[in-house]
Nanobody, 124 residues
Framework: QVQLVESGGGSVQVGGSLRLSCAASDRIFIVYTMGWFRQAPGKEREFVAGINWNSRSTNYTDSVKGRFAISRDNFKNTVDLQMNSLKPEDTAIYYC?????????????????WGQGTQVTVSS
């Protein structure tokens, strides 16, 4: 079973940047497609970004395209989410998720493993 631990959340002003990181416990991290999801108060959890095993394929929800960048390091077993030009609507708890396989899914039910989440707050 994979354990995922997120870090890097915090509070930032509009236009600022944050970098989230997720560390995975599995030594065969490379077999997992990784995703970042977020859940704002009173809203459903939604897909933010995903990356396949060799980083050749990424996917982003429209609202973060051009502002967020997902990356992974298969030697360090980590996946990061660089968030730039942050907006108040980016405020949410951000979750790292993993699913064995090569295809990126935007459907949270497809992901088998989840981190505990890290809070991101963007204030104006």
């Amino acid at each position: 079973q994979v354990q995922l631990v997120e870090s890097g959340g915090g509070s930032v002003q509009v236009g600022g940047s944050l970098r989230l990181s997720c560390a995975a416990s599995d030594r065969i991290f490379i077999v997992y497609t990784m995703g970042w999801f977020r859940q704002a108060p009173g809203k459903e959890r939604e897909f933010v970004a995903g990356i396949n095993w060799n980083s050749r394929s990424t996917n982003y929800t429209d609202s973060v395209k051009g502002r967020f960048a997902i990356s992974r390091d298969n030697f360090k077993n980590t996946v990061d989410l660089q968030m730039n030009s942050l907006k108040p609507e980016d405020t949410a708890i951000y979750y790292c998720a993993a699913v064995p396989g090569m295809l990126i899914s935007t459907n949270l039910s497809r992901y088998d493993y989840w981190g505990q989440g890290t809070q991101v707050t963007v204030s104006s």
